[in-house]
């Protein structure tokens, strides 16, 4: 069974910091190419991260670029996301899969507030 477990949520105040996790089993996770995803409530899905597979090339939005590092352990198929000088506009469901889309997370909520 193929399963992604996202944890590392939780309410922080404006530039706060938080680090994601994503856990993955039953499929070839150090074979793909993984992506931190977003939604903002009442918005569409953002992708925030891009990693490939063997972590040589990540890329960012715009808007998290410079605050938010993405990273992962292949022998722990594990995938991280550093989120430092969080904003208010941060605040969304996170949530970590393939990017090609076959393999999502539950999600965790972030939520960013004074």
């Known amino acids: 069974e193929v399963q992604l477990v996202e944890s590392g949520g939780g309410l922080v105040q404006p530039g706060g910091s938080l680090r994601l996790s994503c856990a993955a089993s039953g499929f070839s996770f150090g074979t793909y190419a993984m992506m931190w995803v977003r939604q903002a409530p009442g918005k569409g899905l953002e992708w925030v991260a891009i990693?490939?597979?063997?972590?040589?090339?990540?890329t960012y939005a715009d808007s998290v670029k410079g605050r938010f590092t993405i990273s992962r352990d292949n022998a722990k198929n594990t995938l991280d996301l550093q989120m430092n000088s969080l904003k208010t506009e941060d605040t969304a469901v996170y949530y970590c899969?393939?990017?090609?889309?076959?393999?999502w997370g539950q999600g965790t909520q972030v939520t960013v507030s004074s």
């Open positions: 899969s393939s990017t090609d889309y076959v393999y």
């Open positions: 990693i490939s597979s063997n972590s040589i090339e990540t």
